[in-house]
């Protein structure tokens, strides 16, 4: 029995969402319900937590695609719970009190082994999970003018404005879905909302630069995960940088993108060195991005924080590898 197909043993499902939503959850959540609409079966769209949805882009895409989400601090008795773009037990993830669900994420597995849970943590996008799911029931995602946009956008906001894509199988859903798209391309020009580009502006005002490693370090609050490549390619045009590492807050972890522009410095060796242990990182020779959880870098690293955490890292990734940019 393929994966999806167990969803059609109820009779109401209820699509959850983590808690304040971003993109990729709500398409993944989306395209789950276009193969339970397809199989008559009732469904609706939730997330909780305390915070609504108020940015721009996400606002475009709900209306534009014709998503129905609601936020709610209950389910029905009736409703059986599928979780997309996350995992029970998680800090962002509300608990509606179920013990039995359906688990659909692309994060680090925290849950047990289970035939209910697809965690894929390789993938890039939980949207990229959910397409293939979707490829496998047969369902004609192409046609389907609003998934296609929806995914894709879910998988450019999580990969830093596709430049932090390394993954082969969300490169391949983006090669598959990405033409002529207006809705897509107004999208992209809505990354950010005028608050954010003060925090953008602020934080690259407040760099870090270590001069001796020619490393600038950005620490960016509240940020979403797409500006965060926006950033790192800014910082690297700086002549005397030579790797840039930007991070913000993403749900229970820290979200990491590297620059790089010095043979000796490869992006994608210093975002899995990075994230070693508490979390993945990968990519290309000049651009990375990593992923690291809060939970996991408090076990390893004990009470240092993430800017720490990543200067003692680092540190020890120059001293491995000799690099030694002073004279
Ligand atoms: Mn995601």
Aim: include cysteine; proline fraction near 2%; glycine fraction near 8%.
């Amino acid at each position: 029995m393929s994966f999806l197909q167990k969803l059609l043993n109820y009779k109401k499902i209820c699509i959850q969402c983590h808690n304040n939503p971003d993109p990729d959850t709500v398409a993944s959540a989306f395209g789950v319900q276009k193969f339970l609409n397809q199989n008559g079966i009732d469904s609706r769209i939730v997330y909780g937590g305390p915070q609504g949805i108020i940015k721009a882009n996400l606002k475009i895409l709900i209306k534009e695609c014709g998503i129905k989400i609601e936020k709610v601090d209950k389910i029905e008795d009736d409703e059986f719970l599928v979780i997309v773009d996350g995992q029970k037990g998680q800090g962002n993830i509300y608990d509606f009190g179920r013990e039995d669900c359906i688990i659909i994420d692309h994060h680090i597995r925290i849950v047990e082994a289970n035939d209910n849970y697809l965690v894929k943590s390789q993938y890039q996008s939980c949207s990229t999970i959910v397409y293939e799911l979707l490829l496998e029931e047969g369902y004609p995602v192409k046609e389907d003018e609003e998934l296609c946009v929806a995914m894709l956008y879910g998988l450019y906001t999580d990969t830093s404005s596709f430049l932090d894509m390394f993954y082969e199988r969300d490169i391949a859903m983006k090669q598959d879905l990405l033409k002529d798209q207006p809705l897509f391309e107004r999208l992209v020009k809505s990354n950010m909302s005028f608050a954010e580009l003060m925090i953008v502006a602020d934080a690259m005002h407040n760099h870090y630069f270590d001069i001796d490693r020619r490393t600038a370090i950005v620490e960016v609050l509240k940020c979403d995960q797409a500006v965060l490549g926006i950033i790192g390619d800014f910082m690297i045009q700086v002549d005397s940088v030579l790797l840039s590492i930007v991070y913000t807050e993403a749900g229970d972890g820290y979200q990491i993108s590297l620059r790089t522009c010095h043979e000796s410095l490869r992006a994608n060796e210093i975002a899995r060195f990075l994230c070693e242990g508490i979390g993945s990182g990968g990519g290309h020779d000049k651009k990375a991005g990593g992923r690291v959880l809060k939970g996991m870098l408090k076990q390893v690293y004990g009470t240092q924080d993430i800017f720490g955490f990543i200067n003692q890292r680092l540190e020890e990734y120059m001293e491995k590898e000799n690099i030694c940019f002073t004279a």
